[in-house]
């Protein structure tokens, strides 16, 4: 599950929960990132990703495909990548 939680201001805090033991929570004090976020739609895995890895944790960037726990092998998506 990815939330953007609002914050003071123009701040958020962007958590990532439910894939393996990975929980991320990660204030955003840049508004055009929040901005970003917001407004990402299909793409918002690969925008997660582009930022930290870590932030997208179940997504692929060479098949730009988002997998479930069930599917995703170890650090490799199921065709290896």
Do not use: K
Not at 9 to 23: E, H, P, W
Not at 24 to 47: I, K, T
Not at 57 to 70: A, H, L, T
């Amino acid at each position: 599950m990815v939330e953007l939680l609002p914050g003071p201001g123009d701040n958020a805090t962007l958590m990532v929960s439910g894939f393996g033991a990975t929980d991320v929570a990660e204030p955003l004090g840049d508004e055009r990132l929040a901005h970003r976020v917001r407004s990402a739609d299909d793409d918002l895995p690969g925008v997660l990703y582009d930022r930290d890895p870590a932030w997208a944790p179940y997504f692929c960037p060479v098949c730009e495909r988002s997998y479930c726990v069930d599917h995703w092998r170890g650090s490799r998506c199921p065709y290896g990548h």
